[in-house]
């Protein structure tokens, strides 16, 4: 099992900068990707950014492309999403995601971003 823990979220102006945080614990050896995914109200759950724990490799949604960057603290399996230009579409649930290399895939519990414009 993985556990999932974020922080960071909160209230900020259009134009404006937050730094999301998310700390895995548990069974994190075999962790293939570590991930943002984001829910607006009566919206289905998206994709936001993502990185391959072993290359760094990252992959973004093209929404989001420029404006966040995804990185990892792989000593303290932690992974950050720091966004920037935010706009009032980027309000949403963010959401911490693992998947390992079995497969298996975790969330944590997700964290509230409101933009106001």
């Known amino acids: 099992q993985v556990q999932l823990v974020e922080s960071g979220g909160g209230l900020v102006q259009a134009g404006g900068s937050l730094r999301l945080s998310c700390a895995a614990s548990g069974r994190t050896s075999s962790t293939y990707t570590m991930g943002w995914f984001r829910q607006a109200p009566g919206k289905e759950r998206e994709f936001v950014a993502l990185i391959v724990w072993s290359s760094g490799l990252t992959n973004y949604a093209d929404s989001v492309k420029g404006r966040f960057t995804i990185s990892g603290d792989s000593a303290r399996d932690t992974v950050h999403l720091q966004m920037s230009s935010l706009k009032p579409e980027d309000t949403a649930v963010y959401y911490c995601?693992?998947?390992?290399?079995?497969?298996?895939?975790?969330w944590g519990q997700g964290t509230q971003v409101t933009v106001s414009s």
């Open positions: 995601n693992i998947v390992s290399y079995g497969a298996d895939r975790y």
